[in-house]
């Protein structure tokens, strides 16, 4: 389906650096050293509510890859996906009187606007699950024929005893598993599994809900397999980051990373898995199911989406961290600052600053560190003529924050 308009991203002299990011699989920093195109799948939004600001983060988080890799002279190819079918989508379609098609229509395009405001590079390829049911079901052929599935009252379950890498993601405990399975709309208490950490693969019709043909019957696919058949169509395996939220480390990436290696034999499935950090509002996670969420698009109503993109900026994407109208009102006095500093006729020399940040930026995305040195640059004075020019584009090619051009 249509992705969203991508921003103008200026050129910057010289060449960025390689980027380091800290891959949840290595439990510890590696480089991304991607030949030929960079290429990134980051799991997308299941689209039954507006987009808040912990999504927003994330997907701010690998804009920054995905500037970082364009300023080191990488194309890039991302895809990202949307459950537009799944259980929470149709329960508050049904829930709403809403058709759940419409439901997902509206939040889709909703999401697009706020992506766009927020400046956010868009995906090559933005595939909508109900677009490709017929290859999610092929490729549920492919594990069956490696005897990696099995059958329970219609529906279709990956064996997790066919899966040899499974744990590799995460690194998570059984104990573990099992906790964040069932909390995470997994179903470790069906009777007749094999296994309690065996997933779904294929949920067979139920009444009242949409449905696809397919060889094992009519239904419709579970949540991992959605995302491991739209990367491997379009990115193939061993991509260079498979990202998300934290809370998608497991079971999301590690059931789908398995399901991946088990279909194609190739491990890994993605050279690095990248997980940005959680926004908490009022002492708790900020979730659909808490209901302690901070819509983007109310923001939007009164803040410049440049001081929202600002305040997520000021804090490292790994962190955990909980939001404040405050953060708000101070990423406004940092724009209002870098505004006036751009607009200036002249300023200090700006090829250091440069230099510090893509440093910055190549360290698993210090964006706080970069932010400082763009406030060190704003606060001193100088008669280069060139440098706030260059300071404009540093915000925006690397930061995407948009500051407006030079006076006159
Ligand atoms: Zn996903």
């Known amino acids: 389906m249509r992705s969203w308009s991508a921003p103008n ?38 689209p039954y509510d507006a987009t808040h600001l912990g999504h927003a983060n994330t997907y701010l988080a690998f804009d920054l890859v995905n500037r ?23 329960e508050r379609a049904k829930a709403t009187g809403t058709d759940w098609r419409a439901l997902a229509g509206r939040e889709i395009e909703l999401f697009r606007s706020d992506m766009e405001a927020l400046r956010i590079l868009p995906p090559r390829e933005y595939v909508g699950v109900t677009e490709v049911v017929g290859q999610i079901a092929e490729l549920i052929g492919r594990l069956t024929e490696r005897g990696a599935t099995y059958r329970l009252d219609g529906d279709v379950y990956f064996s997790v005893a066919a899966a040899p890498k499974f744990g590799a993601v995460s690194g998570y405990s059984e104990d573990t598993m099992l906790d964040l399975f069932a909390e995470r709309g997994g179903d470790p208490q069906r009777e007749g599994k094999r296994h309690p950490l065996d997933w779904v693969l294929w949920r067979a019709e139920r009444p009242g809900e949409p449905s696809w043909p397919a060889p094992f019957g009519p239904g419709r696919p579970g949540w991992h397999i959605e995302c491991t058949a739209i990367a491997l169509r379009n990115l193939g395996s061993g991509f260079d980051v498979a990202g998300g939220g934290s809370d998608l480390i497991f079971p999301h990436h590690e059931m789908g990373a398995c399901e991946g290696h088990v279909a194609t034999g190739e491990w890994p499935f993605a050279k690095a898995y990248v997980h940005a950090g959680m926004v908490a509002l009022d002492g708790a996670k900020m979730s659909k199911s808490k209901g302690n969420l901070v819509f983007v698009s109310r923001l939007r109503e009164t803040a410049d ?37 751009v607009e200036r006729p002249s300023g200090p020399g700006a090829s250091a600053l440069l230099a510090g ?36 584009d540093v915000a925006d090619a690397l930061l995407g924050v948009a500051l407006p051009g030079r006076a006159g």
């Open 357 to 392: 940040v893509r440093e910055r930026l190549a360290e698993d995305l210090d964006a706080p560190g970069a932010l400082a040195l763009i406030d060190a640059w704003a606060a001193g004075e100088g008669d280069d003529t060139e440098a706030p020019g260059l300071v404009r």
């Open 9 to 46: 991203v200026p050129r910057l002299p010289g060449s960025g650096l390689p980027l380091r990011l800290y891959d949840t699989a290595a439990r510890g920093l590696r480089e991304t050293a991607p030949a030929g195109p960079a290429r990134m799948y980051v799991c997308g939004i299941t």
């Open 68 to 90: 970082v890799w364009r300023d080191g002279g990488h194309e890039v190819h991302y895809t990202q996906n949307a459950t537009d079918v799944d259980d929470p989508l149709l």
């Open 305 to 341: 989406p440049m001081a929202v993109r600002l305040a997520l900026l000021a804090r490292h994407y790994r962190s955990d961290w909980e939001w404040t109208p405050e953060q708000l009102q101070e990423a406004e006095a940092r724009l209002a600052r870098w505004r006036a500093a």
